[in-house]
């Protein structure tokens, strides 16, 4: 079975940068494409950028375009966001999710995604 664990999350001023990592164990994640959402307090839950299990091809969210750079590394069962320029309003939980396609529109189906992680937290703060 599917797991994943975020990891990168922390503090960091504006303007600031983190990388955050999904990684994966109990299967190969070559077999899936993987999601990046982010929930803040109050707020639903956002896709944020995507890639696809095959051919690296991902997409982000307009308001992370330029500055978010997904990427994965299937040896080591890892994706990764690299956040730059980060803004205070970008804090919230981070989340990686497995899916067989690269959508940024996230469902409430539950049986939608074949594993999700629990989540790293993100504050972006001076």
């Known amino acids: 079975q599917l797991q994943l664990v975020e990891s990168g999350g922390g503090l960091v001023q504006p303007g600031g940068s983190l990388r955050l990592s999904c990684v994966a164990s109990?299967?190969?994640?070559?077999?899936?494409?993987i999601i990046w959402f982010r929930q803040a307090p109050g707020e639903e839950r956002e896709g944020v950028s995507c890639?696809?299990?095959?051919?690296?091809?991902?997409r982000y969210a307009d308001s992370v375009k330029g500055r978010f750079t997904i990427s994965r590394d299937n040896t080591k069962n890892t994706v990764y966001l690299q956040m730059n320029s980060l803004k205070p309003e970008e804090k919230a939980v981070y989340y990686c999710?497995?899916?067989?396609?690269?959508?940024?529109?996230?469902?409430?189906?539950?049986?939608?995604?074949?594993?999700w992680g629990q989540g790293t937290q993100v504050t972006v703060s001076a």
């Open positions: 999710a497995a899916d067989i396609v690269c959508s940024l529109v996230y469902s409430e189906y539950e049986e939608e995604y074949a594993s």
């Open positions: 109990g299967s190969t994640l070559d077999a899936y494409a």
């Open positions: 890639i696809n299990k095959n051919d690296g091809g991902s």
